[in-house]
């Protein structure tokens, strides 16, 4: 009595899956074969349903293709979204270095014109020049003449160096 218990629940077991298999996978479509023959009323019912669900087999793959091409053109769309804020971030860090770039200007002119002797404003200036320009040394001078026994020669007066 035992293995008889045992097999009944076996058989249960499987059928249920045997069902639930049928149910999730099968049962819509055969059901929609079995109704399309019997509105029809096809010469050969059965060949009508093997077309009928062949038919929905070429529609089930040529949807899941057409999946598989929008999840691609997805994809596509979002890596050129991200792109695209990407170049408009690169694009307003230049902007906002600019503009921080225009106020550090207009800020070291400010300072510039606050120098109360010249000697201080070309060392400034002098000083900011090998800055921006990452030079080792920056020089200011104007040309000059200089008379030698009777002799003049060009020269430059350097005022201030950094």
């Known amino acids: 009595a035992l293995q008889v218990f045992s097999f009944e629940v076996f058989f249960i077991a499987i059928m249920s899956a045997y069902s639930q298999y049928l149910e999730e996978h099968i049962q819509s479509e055969l059901t929609k074969a079995l109704s399309q023959a019997a509105l029809r009323n096809p010469k050969d019912p059965v060949d009508f349903i093997g077309n009928y669900l062949l038919r929905i087999i070429a529609e089930d793959d040529k949807a899941k293709k057409n999946a598989e091409i929008q999840a691609k053109w997805r994809e596509e769309d979002q890596a050129l979204e ?53 030079s080792s040394s920056v020089y200011i001078a104007r040309p000059c003449q200089i008379t030698n026994d009777e002799q003049q020669s060009s020269a430059l007066l350097y005022e201030a160096v950094s």
């Open 82 to 134: 991200l792109k695209a804020k990407e170049r408009q971030i690169r694009i307003q860090q230049k902007i906002d270095a600019e503009k921080a770039e225009k106020l550090e200007i207009e800020a070291f002119y400010v300072q510039l014109a606050n120098n109360t002797c010249k000697i201080d404003a070309l060392q400034s200036w002098s000083e900011w020049m090998e800055k921006k320009t990452q």
